[in-house]
Each structure stands twice: as structure tokens, then as C-alpha cells.
């Protein structure tokens, strides 16, 4: 027993008395973890053997001669709406308007799926576990296959783009102030209830005091998601600067497809320092 005590007689951690070389588990983990690897690389058959790299290298660099006519109107039948500024602020509030819908529905529903709120009885357990599983549906579909189905309703434009983030993130959202709501602490919920009061008091008095700073900040991490996304919807047509993106790319306009890539990059970096320094003062 020596070998499992430190020179100052402390016990050594069982983790530390194995032999990583001669430890089963762990070897046995790390030998199927290769070859789940190696059927993958069987699977996707991946094949690099058509790569042009010098092609390549000649695309990357048009993409940095910037062309600015996209800036401002190019001929007498567009106007200030077409230009590519005007289609960035849209995407911005393409992301804005999805969270805004996502979070009217997702903040009533986070409250049917947050457990502590719905024990008690029967019917609201089972009002909990619908909601969670609805939850669980809206957020496992993607936004794009959303953005897809849409397009039948809506057509090409900016509501396909607008409700298909919306959809997707009624999930998102409302699992994470569910579970918000479920991390509260319990104390002033029993105090309240034992005077009496009935659930919506006990909410108001009790769960929204602790819960106004996560819900904030998971809403500002939501819209600087949803801004990140939103250009990637102009591939199947829900409108914003992606669907300008996506035509330079296929018309081979480099110059312009480069420009508006930089403009993205450029409002994601700064919805992404704006929130994490609103959510940074709200911890």
C-alpha cells in the first residue's frame, strides 16, 4: 500500500495510481475513437486530388480588390435600397426582428418548461413536458431547412429569412430561460407561496427579480447569434446582404463578393464586442 501514498503520507487520487499505457479504459476509448475516424475517412471518401491551390490563391486575391461602385447606385433604376450599406443594416435588423418575435413566444413558453415552476399536479407536468419537447423540436431543426420551407409561404425576401431565425430560436430561447428559471434559488419561491399566494404572484415577486439579468444576457447572445447568421440565409434567398453575397459569387464579381464579406466580418465583430461587454456588466 506505500505506492499509493505521497512522501507526505497524503493518499494518492485513484486517477494517478493507473498506468495511462496499461489503463483498458482509456485505451479501449482511444481505439474506438480511431476507428470510428478511419470508417469516417472510408465513409466521406474525401478527395483532394482536383484541388487547384494556384486557382485558388488567384480567387483570394480578387477578393481584396474591393469594388465600392456596389456603395452607392450603379445606374438611373437603383436607388440607396440596392446599395450594399442599405442591404447590411437590413441584415442587422433581419437579426433584430427574429429575436424580438422569438423572444415574445419564448419568454411565456420558458415558463410552462421550467420545472419548478410546473410541479404540482398532473396537468402541469404535462404542460411541462410538451413544452420541453417542443422546445426540443423547434431548435433541432435547422434554420436554413426552416428558411427552405418558408420560401413556399413567403417567397424569395426578407419574412422568410426573419421567421425561419425566429422559429429556430423559440427553441433556443426558451431553453435557456427555462433552465434559467429552473437555476433560481428556491428560497424566496417557497416564502412567497407559504403566505398564500397564487403561481402568477409567486413569479412576479419571486422568480423575475432573479431572473432579469440571464434572460438579458441570454438575449443579447441570441441576436449577436442570430446577426452572425443572417447573411448565410441569402444562399437560399431569406434576403438581407447574403443574397447579394451569394449572386457576386456566382457572376464571379470578386471585387464586390470581397467588399461585402468584409462589411460582415466587420458588424459581426462589433455585435460581438458590444454584447460580450453588455453581458460582461450584467454577470
Do not use: C
Amino acid at each position: 500500500m506505500a505506492e499509493y501514498f505521497t512522501a507526505r503520507g497524503l493518499p494518492v487520487p485513484l486517477e494517478l495510481r493507473r498506468n495511462p499505457l496499461t489503463d483498458w479504459r482509456r485505451l479501449t476509448v482511444i481505439a474506438l475513437v480511431l476507428l470510428v475516424l478511419y470508417i469516417g475517412l472510408k465513409i466521406t471518401n474525401i478527395d483532394t486530388g482536383r484541388a487547384n491551390p494556384e486557382y485558388v490563391i488567384n480567387r483570394i486575391a480578387l477578393l481584396f480588390k474591393w469594388d465600392f461602385s456596389i456603395m452607392t447606385p450603379r445606374d438611373e433604376f437603383e436607388t440607396y435600397m440596392d446599395t450594399a450599406w442599405w442591404k447590411m443594416i437590413e441584415t442587422i435588423f433581419l437579426g433584430i426582428m427574429a429575436t424580438a418575435f422569438s423572444f415574445v413566444v419564448a419568454l411565456p413558453l420558458s415558463f410552462l418548461g421550467a420545472r419548478n415552476i410546473m410541479t404540482g399536479n398532473p396537468i402541469t407536468a404535462a404542460i411541462y413536458a410538451v413544452v420541453r419537447v417542443m422546445f426540443t423540436i423547434l431548435r433541432s431543426i435547422d434554420v436554413l431547412i426552416v428558411v427552405i420551407v418558408l420560401l413556399a409561404i413567403f417567397g424569395p425576401g426578407n419574412a422568410a429569412g426573419v421567421f425561419g431565425l425566429a422559429f429556430h430560436n423559440i427553441g433556443v430561447m426558451g431553453k435557456l430561460y427555462s433552465e434559467a428559471i429552473e437555476g433560481i434559488d428556491a428560497g424566496p419561491l417557497e416564502a412567497i407561496t407559504a403566505t398564500g399566494a397564487n403561481r402568477l404572484q409567486v413569479i412576479w415577486a419571486a422568480v423575475l427579480p432573479q431572473i432579469t439579468n440571464p434572460f438579458i444576457s441570454f438575449t443579447i447572445y441570441r441576436l449577436d447569434a442570430n446577426v452572425r447568421l443572417a447573411p448565410v440565409l441569402g444562399l437560399v434567398g431569406g434576403g438581407g446582404i447574403g443574397l447579394d453575397l451569394f449572386q457576386s459569387i456566382n457572376l464571379s464579381q470578386y471585387g464586390a463578393a470581397g467588399l461585402i464579406i468584409f462589411m460582415i466580418v466587420v458588424t459581426v465583430a462589433t455585435m460581438d464586442f458590444v454584447s460580450a461587454q453588455i453581458r460582461k456588466r450584467l454577470v
